[in-house]
């Protein structure tokens, strides 16, 4: 497992913890969720999805990103 640090408006803070006491989920399931489905959705609309890499570094950290 990964953890991932996002930055969000406070307004759409509120919005997705509200969303996630209605839906009785956690607020980091509800991002994996949609995180999955945005990824299956590029996978099903780019056969090449996932073949090439792009590597950024920010300060210490470096992120691949498969696209």
Do not use: W
């Amino acid at each position: 497992m990964k953890r991932v640090g996002i930055i969000m408006d406070d307004d759409l803070h509120k919005q997705l913890r509200i969303y996630a006491v209605k839906m009785d989920k956690s607020v980091k399931d509800i991002i994996v969720e949609l995180v999955k489905k945005e990824v299956e959705t590029k996978k099903s609309k780019h056969s090449k999805f996932g073949d090439r890499c792009v590597y950024s570094k920010t300060g210490s950290r470096k992120t691949y990103i498969y696209m």
